[in-house]
C-alpha cells in the first residue's frame, strides 16, 4: 500500500524527526511504499495569499476561495500545491506528524492544508443545494484512504483525559481530525502521541518506538474512529443530528456512532 | 482604554478587512487607543525556526521552546517578536480578527502566536513542580485583559449549533479561545461571527456592522466566558476537574463554572 507521511518539524533530530523516520523504516519493512513531504526542509510555503494564484479571476479583490476553485477547474494552480494533492491521491494512508503547539498543528502545516485543499478538491465537492451539503464527513476525494495523527505533546496525559484542564484529547483534536481529516473523506484512526516530550529518556524513548510501530502495523486493519457520515442518514436537512441519536452524550461526541444506531446509508448514494 | 487588533486577512477589501476598519473607527470613536498588527500587510514571519534565534544555547539541536526561553530571558528575541510582545502588554484588550479556515485560524495567526507566546512570557510563568502547574488557564502574563474573536465563517450557523455537523461552536473554538487566549490569564468574550460570510448582501452588512458595532460598547463590560481558573481551587493535583463539579455537562462545558459552584480562589494566591 502507499503511505504519505507529512512532517512539520524544523529540527532534523527532534523527536518528531526520529518517528517519522522511525515510520519510513517501518514501513518499508512492512512493503509499503512511503513518501515523505518534510514541511521545513521543503521550504513549504506556509502563508495562503494572492500570491497562489498565476490567473486571477479577480484581479480587483481577491476570495480566496473562489480563485482557489478557478484555479483547480482551469488546471493554473502552483506547482507545489498540485505535487501535495497528487500524493494524497497516491496514497492509501495519510499520516501527519507534528508537534501540538499551542493546541494545534504548527503553522506550516495548517498552511499546507489551506493550500492544498483547494475549492473543488476538499471542499465544494458533489451538489450543494436543498438538503444535500456536497460530499464531506466520509464523503469527498480522499474517500477510501486512512488518516492518521502522530504527535509528540509537552505536557501530561492527565491533563488531556476527560475531565483534564486542557480538554479531553478528542476534543482537543476535533478541529484537525473531524474538521480537516474526515472532512474529504478519510476515515480517521486513533492518534498516536507521546506525552511529555521533552523528557524522553533512551529507555522510555524505546518503549515508544515499539508502540508506534504496533500502530503502524495495524494502519490497515484498525478500526477507524467511528465518526458519523453527513450523508449517512443521521443528520437532518440542517445538518443537525436527528433527535434520539447520541444519547448519553454532549458535546463533539455525539458525532461518534452508538452501538443500536440505524444503519448509515453507503457513501455515494444519494 | 488601550485596544490592540490582530488582523489576519490578505484582501484589504475583504469582509474581514471591513470589520478590522470598522473596529478601529468605532473604537476611536469611543475614545480608546487603537494599535493594529495586519498580519499580511507586515509581511508576518509566519513559521517558527531556528532563524527566530540569534543567539542559540544550544548550536547543535533545537529545542524550539528552550531557546525561546534563552532568548525571552537573555534579552536576544527578534525585533518583530518583542514589538508584538510590547503591543500584548499595552493592551486591555485584545481582537482576533480572522477568517475561520478548516475550523481554525489561518496559519499566519497561528504562527504569531508560535513566536510571539515566548517560553517565559506566555507560557513557563509561575511555579511549576508539585501539585503547581505554573500560572496558566485564567492567571499569567496577560491577566486582566480581555480578548474577543471576531471572525468570519463559510458555513451556516446551524451547523455549528450543539448538535450541528461541524461540532458546537464552542468545542471548535475551544484550542483558540481556552488553549490560546484563556491560558496567559486573558478573559475571552463570547466570539463575534459572521456566518455564510461569502454570500453577504449590503443589507446584511448594516445589520452585522450595526451588532459589531454593539459588541465593541460592551468590550470593557460583557462578562467573559466563564471558564473555570486551573488554580481556583475546582482541579485536583493531576489538574482533573475534582469530583461534583461539572455535573450535567460532558465535554468542553465542564470545564465553564456553574450556579452554585465553590467560589474560586482568586488570582495570585497559593
Partial sequence: MNVFIIHAHPEPKSLNGALKDLA???L?????????????AMGWKAVADGGDFHDRENPERMFYGRESKHAFLGGSQ?????AEQEKLLWADA???????????????????????????????VGQHGGERWGDRYGEGTLLGRRALVSMTVGG????????GVNGALHDVLWPI?????????MAVLEPFVIYQAGHLTPERW???AGRYRARLRGLFTEEPIPYRRQNGGHYDGQ???KEGLGRGEAGTRIHLLQPGDPPQVPPGQP
Fill in 24 to 26: 519510513v523504516e517501518s
Fill in 28 to 40: 518499508r519493512d512492512l512493503g509499503h511504499q512511503v513518501q515523505v513531504s518534510d514541511l521545513y
Fill in 78 to 82: 502552483r506547482e507545489d500545491v498540485v
Fill in 94 to 124: 495519510v499520516i501527519l506528524q507534528f508537534p501540538l503547539w499551542w493546541f494545534s498543528m504548527p503553522a506550516i502545516l495548517k498552511g499546507w492544508f489551506e493550500r492544498v485543499y483547494a475549492y473543488g478538491f476538499a471542499y465544494g
Fill in 156 to 163: 501530561r496525559e492527565a491533563h488531556y483525559t476527560d475531565r
Fill in 177 to 185: 481530525q473531524h474538521g480537516t481529516l474526515f472532512y474529504p473523506g
Fill in 206 to 208: 524505546q518503549v515508544e
Fill in 239 to 241: 445538518q443537525s443530528l
